[in-house]
C-alpha cells in the first residue's frame, strides 16, 4: 500500500467519514452472490430508496443485472469476518454463505443475525458510472429492524472496522 502521502485526496477524504457495514446479497441457491458495501445511503421517502456504490466487476453486479433485486443485511461487531469475505479480502472455505445462517426471501439471501434488513428492488433505467463504481438505486420494499438493546454496529473508518 502506497504511503498516505501519495494516495489520492479523495479516498483519503472517503477514509476519514465512518460508515455502516453491510452485505448486499441476491440469488437463491447455488445462484447466490453477495458484496461487502459501504458506499451507500439510505433516502426517506414514499417510496424509500437506497443508494449504493458497487463495483461493477463484482459477482453481484452481474448478478443484479438479471435479478433486479436484493437484500441489504446490516452488519454488527461480531460479523467483521463475514464482512472481510464477502469483500474478497479473507477466505471463505466453501464459500462466503457458509459462514453465518442465511434465509431465503424473495429478493435475496438475508443474514439471520443481521441487525436490519431491506427487500430492495434496482429501479429501471440506465445504471451510472461513478468513479470507479457503478451507482445502484434500487426501491426499497421491505424493512425488518431487530431489537438494538445488544446491538454493536459495524463501522468502516480507515481501512479497519469499528464499533460504536
Wanted: proline residues 5%.
Amino acid at each position: 500500500m502506497p504511503a498516505e502521502a501519495d494516495r489520492s485526496p479523495i479516498r483519503r477524504l472517503r477514509g476519514r467519514f465512518g460508515a455502516g457495514v453491510s452485505v448486499w446479497a441476491t440469488g437463491a441457491g447455488r445462484d447466490r452472490a453477495g458484496l461487502t458495501v459501504s458506499s451507500m445511503m439510505v433516502a426517506d421517502g414514499e417510496p424509500g430508496r437506497v443508494l449504493g456504490l458497487l463495483d461493477p466487476d463484482s459477482d453481484l453486479w452481474e448478478s443484479l443485472a438479471t435479478s433486479r433485486c436484493f437484500v441489504v443485511s446490516l452488519l454488527g461487531w461480531d460479523d467483521r469476518g463475514l464482512a472481510e469475505a464477502f469483500a474478497g479480502v479473507a477466505p471463505a472455505p466453501g464459500g462466503v454463505f457458509k459462514l453465518g445462517s442465511w434465509s431465503s426471501t424473495e429478493w435475496g439471501p438475508v443474514l439471520d443475525t443481521a441487525l436490519a434488513w431491506a427487500g430492495c428492488r434496482l429501479v429501471e433505467g440506465e445504471m451510472r458510472t461513478v468513479g470507479w463504481s457503478v451507482l445502484a438505486e434500487a426501491v426499497v420494499e421491505q424493512v425488518t429492524v431487530a431489537d438494538e438493546d445488544q446491538a454493536q454496529p459495524l463501522v468502516h473508518r480507515r481501512g479497519r472496522y469499528h464499533h460504536l
